[in-house]
T-cell receptor, first 116, second 113 residues
Framework: DSGVTQTPKHLITATGQRVTLRCSPR?????VYWYQQSLDQGLQFLIH???????AKGNILERFSAQQFPDLHSELNLSSLELGDSALYFC???????????????FGPGTRLTVL | DAKTTQPNSMESNEEEPVHLPCNHS???????IHWYRQLPSQGPEYVIH???SNVNNRMASLAIAEDRKSSTLILHRATLRDAAVYYC??????????????FGPGTRLSVLP
C-alpha cells in the first residue's frame, strides 16, 4: 500500500459525458502527478501540482483539467469524453516539487475509466 | 531526460537471481537512474535509484557500470510476486520544473514456478 488513495476504482460512462477522478496523496506529500495508461500508449504524464499550484503539463488534452485543493487532494476532470479516453488513470504523490533527480513518486491504485 | 533501452521481456525461474539490464548511453553526469515496477493491475512502484555507486535496499540491488552507460537491476531471489513490468528511468538532478518521469515500454518479467 503506497498510501495514495484514488476514487472511484472503476467508472463506466458514455461518450460526451464528464467525470471527476479524485486522488489523496500520502500524508506529508505536497506534489500530485496524474498519468494516463492506455494499452497502445503506455504511461503518459498529464499534469503535476505542487502545494496547490500547477507545476507542469504533459500530454493533457484541453478537455481535461485538474486542480489541487488546500487539503492537498487533487481532482482530474475529464469532459466531452470519447471512446479513446478509456484508460487507467493513476495519480502519484511526492514530497518535493518534482525538480530533483532523487525525487520518488508513489503511485495510487488507479481509476479504470471505460467510455461506452 | 535521456533515453533508456531495455529488453522487451525476460523470463526467470522462481528462487533464482534475475538481472534486468538497462542501457543509457547518453546519460549525463547529473542523471539519476531510477527503477520502478508495475505489478499486474497495480500502479507503478518505486524499486531503487542511484547515481554512481551500487545501491542495495530490501527489494533489490542496482549495479551501475563504471562509465554509467548501463545499469542492472538485480533481484536476488525471484518470487512469483516479482512478475511485473520493470521500468528504467533517468532523472536529471538539475532538471527544470515540468520534467517528469518518462516511462518507456519497460521489461516484462515472467517468473516460472
Amino acid at each position: 500500500d503506497s498510501g495514495v488513495t484514488q476514487t472511484p476504482k472503476h467508472l463506466i460512462t458514455a461518450t460526451g459525458q464528464r467525470v471527476t477522478l479524485r486522488c489523496s496523496p500520502r500524508s506529508g506529500d505536497l506534489s500530485v502527478y496524474w498519468y494516463q495508461q492506455s494499452l497502445d500508449q503506455g504511461l503518459q504524464f498529464l499534469i503535476h501540482y505542487y502545494n496547490g499550484e500547477e507545476r507542469a503539463k504533459g500530454n493533457i488534452l484541453e478537455r481535461f483539467s485538474a486542480q489541487q485543493f488546500p487539503d492537498l487532494h487533487s481532482e482530474l476532470n475529464l469532459s466531452s469524453l470519447e471512446l479513446g479516453d478509456s484508460a487507467l488513470y493513476f495519480c502519484a504523490s511526492g514530497t518535493s516539487g518534482g525538480y530533483l533527480g532523487t525525487d520518488t513518486q508513489y503511485f495510487g491504485p488507479g481509476t479504470r475509466l471505460t467510455v461506452l | 531526460d535521456a533515453k533508456t533501452t531495455q529488453p522487451n521481456s525476460m523470463e526467470s525461474n522462481e528462487e533464482e537471481p534475475v538481472h534486468l539490464p538497462c542501457n543509457h548511453s547518453t546519460i549525463s553526469g547529473t542523471d539519476y537512474i531510477h527503477w520502478y515496477r508495475q505489478l499486474p493491475s497495480q500502479g507503478p512502484e518505486y524499486v531503487i535509484h542511484g547515481l554512481t555507486s551500487n545501491v542495495n535496499n530490501r527489494m533489490a540491488s542496482l549495479a551501475i557500470a563504471e562509465d554509467r552507460k548501463s545499469s542492472t537491476l538485480i533481484l536476488h531471489r525471484a518470487t512469483l510476486r516479482d512478475a511485473a513490468v520493470y521500468y528504467c528511468i533517468l532523472r536529471d538532478l538539475n532538471n527544470n520544473y515540468g520534467q517528469n518521469f518518462v516511462f518507456g515500454p519497460g521489461t516484462r518479467l515472467s517468473v516460472l514456478p
